[in-house]
């Protein structure tokens, strides 16, 4: 097929969402690039008007802690992407998403699709995704195709004038073997990606759409076998924003030999050909790229069109079902974080007069995060319900009412007199940043301040809910709100999950993935300065501060013991392949039924520093558990890993074991702490990954 193509039309195939039909082939057109984060964009609803079931956004699946309800989204997903090919309704069965890059900073405009600040965490988030969207019963063909993204080293959108098309990422092997590259490792080798979206920024000087050592990395060391597509026309940005060329037909000889398969773009379609006929790149270049990607749509079955298959048997009935659905409020629920809860506020009774105040409390909207495809019939959210809808909802028999404007401040006051109970949210899904925009401060807004503190002093008890996509510096109302409830943005059914969290019908059992920050934290560390140590440090993993909630923090409406099964001794490990196992027994020692997460990290020993010519994580998770227990009831849980996981990486960027002790913790996010420890005995430092770069 790829000898039979033409020079001239091979620049319209390897182009995003308008590769070309060839009627003399018979080759129909295909689109790729159906964005995918928590629900199918660049569709419409179906004419019966059905539309697309809606995820929570990312920074609140993570939250759960619960690897299968990110496959389960995966599944669907790639479910309905089926059905909507099957009926001639988009003609695409790959998706861009999921975005696996870490929650580096605070301000990044794109934390709301980020599955938080750990790369253990991105990895395993991304492998579900993978795995629940591409495999399916039929072993002959992948259900879709993944794209994740963005490779690599990408979090600033626009910061200070310097935008995401001409940002040079300076990384240092360090970084990129600890932090930036572990999670992409996992979802290309244990989820088994088949598309990667190479990013906008440059990666130490060269555009990474442009970097053949990269291309080496996933191809060469990690067995990539999928296509890999540019940002939207990142291609462009090699000589128009990095000027690492001075032309374009010089840009997309890079972006060909660096392996970019398909440019989302015009630079393929008005540079790929001259390039060729000027001899800047040989053909053969194109003719892999070319390869790349009719493999991905020959694994899809599209080009057998008679050999029946189960995915062609999906039909448009499933496109936003009542069980989808179920499957994205079961998520928008299990991503619930309650940070605190003095004297057990919460829940509130039903049939109480409640007062719902504050920024985004009557806009449904407002709860759905980014990359939002549609929804409603209409093409409008007014589907979408409010917290305040979902309040009225629940609290039968007893009165609702309803402040949100955040200027009221004297009506919002007396309203919270009037209640029983108050509702009171605080939100940046105004200000929070976004796609091409980055934020200066983590604060809430002025405004939103003034009218939280006047409510709060009011002092009825009061569950302050908090709708972010990146986090937002509570400061002070971290000591003055009795109650506080962390809802990220839960999506579609988020309205219902924290009415029914604050109500008592939804246990919470959420934890953070990502660190609340002071908002001082801003002026502490340079957003563009891309080092995990930069400052008082970046993530749990390196941060010397004391945070408003760590990473991992999350309460309960009921209680929990966690205990060894038996104390274990120090173990003594001799090489990376020698396992260790850990056996803990999680008791609800509560009333009420409620999951618990338990998280398990090793801490390594602090003068391994010098050992290793590089920082040393003050700790690394390395494992987690959700387990959903009833009163009374108990359950053991297991957790080995090999002593590799305890290598360290050196300033070189290769990881070796080193000798001496270690610490394996065990944690609920808050209380008690298990621990345990390892004692490595190896003579000299034992290599476990070279540096993947040495060799590209």
């Known amino acids: 097929l790829v000898a039979r193509i033409m020079l001239n039309e091979s620049g319209h195939l390897l182009t995003a969402r308008e590769s070309i039909a060839i009627p003399r082939l018979g080759l129909p057109s295909y689109y790729w690039g159906t964005n995918a984060i928590h629900g199918l964009q660049n569709v419409d609803c179906l004419p019966s008007g059905q539309c697309p079931t809606s995820f929570p956004a990312p920074c609140s699946l993570s939250a759960a802690f619960n690897d299968s309800l990110v496959h389960d989204m995966g599944v669907i997903l790639g479910r309905e992407l089926r059905a909507y090919y099957n009926g001639g309704f988009h003609n695409s069965l790959d998706t861009w998403s999921p975005t696996i890059n870490i929650n580096r900073d605070p301000r990044w ?33 992948v259900q879709s195709v993944v794209t994740i ?12 004038g310097m935008t995401r098309y001409a940002f040079n990422a300076i990384v240092s092997p360090y970084d990129l073997a600890m932090t930036y590259l572990p999670g992409w490792q996992a979802v290309v080798q244990t989820g088994h990606a088949l598309g990667v979206m ?16 990269l291309t080496n990395v996933l191809r060469g060391q990690w067995g990539f076998e999928g296509y890999m597509t540019s940002d939207s026309d990142s291609v462009a940005c090699i000589w128009k924003n990095h000027h690492y060329e001075p032309t374009a037909e010089l840009a997309v000889r890079d972006a060909l030999k660096a392996g970019c398969d398909i440019d ?6 008005d540079a790929l050909q001259p390039a060729v006929e000027q001899g800047l790149v040989n053909q053969s270049y194109v003719a892999a790229a070319l390869r790349n990607t009719f493999r991905m749509r020959m694994r899809l079955g599209l080009f057998d069109p008679d050999i029946p298959s189960p995915y062609k ?13 179920a499957a994205s409020l079961l998520a928008a629920r299990k991503g619930m974080v309650l940070l605190k809860n003095a004297g057990n506020i919460l829940p509130f009774a039903r ?20 990359y939002v495809g549609p929804i409603c019939p209409s093409g409008k959210l007014e589907c979408v319900p409010s917290i305040f809808d979902a309040a009225k909802d629940l609290n039968q028999h007893g009165q609702v009412t309803n402040v949100a404007d955040v200027t009221q401040v004297a009506q919002a006051v007396q309203a919270a007199q009037q209640a029983d109970y108050v509702i009171l949210v605080a939100s940046n ?23 939280v503190n006047a409510v709060l002093q009011v002092g009825k008890p009061t569950v302050l809910v908090l709708v972010n996509g990146g986090i937002i510096a509570i400061d002070g109302l971290a000591d003055s709100a009795p109650a506080i409830l962390e809802a990220f943005m839960p999506g579609v059914h988020g309205a219902q999950a924290i009415a029914e969290t604050i109500f008592g019908l939804n246990n919470p059992g959420g934890k953070m993935p990502v660190t609340m920050y002071h908002s001082n934290y801003v002026n502490e560390v340079e957003f563009l300065n891309m080092s995990m140590t930069t400052g008082p440090g970046r993530s749990y993993r390196y941060y010397t501060g004391t945070p408003i909630y760590p990473f991992g923090y999350g309460l309960s409406y009921t209680t929990f013991r966690l205990e060894w099964s038996p104390q274990p001794p120090a173990h003594v490990v001799r090489g990376p392949a020698d396992a260790i196992t850990y056996k803990v027994i999680v008791t609800n020692t509560g009333a009420v039924a409620g999951d618990e997460v338990v998280l398990a990290f090793f801490k390594p020993a602090a003068e391994l520093a010098a050992a290793t010519g590089a920082p040393v994580v003050a700790r690394q998770l390395f494992d987690y558990q959700r387990v959903a227990l009833q009163p009374g009831e108990t359950t053991t849980l297991h957790f080995t890993t090999p002593a590799a996981t305890l290598a360290l990486a050196g300033a070189d960027g290769s990881k070796r074991l080193h000798g001496g002790r270690y610490i394996v913790e065990l944690s609920r996010g808050h209380g008690a702490v298990l621990e345990a420890a390892v004692d490595v ?5 034992v290599l476990v990954a070279e540096y993947p770069f040495k060799s590209a």
Do not use: F, M
Not at 198 to 213: E, F, M, R, V
Not at 356 to 361: N, R
Not at 429 to 451: P, V
């Open 313 to 325: 048997n999906i039909s448009q009935d499933v496109v936003g079902s009542a069980g989808h659905q």
């Open 429 to 451: 899904a105004h200000d929070g940043g976004g796609e091409g925009q980055d934020r200066y401060n983590i604060s809430l807004a002025a405004q939103q301040i003034t009218l």
């Open 681 to 685: 005995a190896v003579d000299e430092p």
């Open 264 to 269: 989302s773009g015009n630079s393929y379609i």
């Open 198 to 213: 190479c990013s906008y920024n440059a990666l130490n000087g060269i555009p990474t759409c442009g970097d053949p050592a």
């Open 351 to 370: 049939g109480r007069s409640v007062a719902v105040i504050g920024e985004s409390s009557d806009v449904g909207g407002d709860l759905l995060g980014n």
């Open 149 to 160: 993204k963005h490779w690599v080293a990408y979090s600033v959108e626009n910061y200070d």
């Open 109 to 141: 405009g794109r934390n709301v699709e980020s599955p938080g600040e750990d790369p253990v965490v991105a990895g395993r988030y991304g492998s579900a995704y993978t795995q629940g969207l591409q495999e399916g019963p039929d072993p002959r063909y």
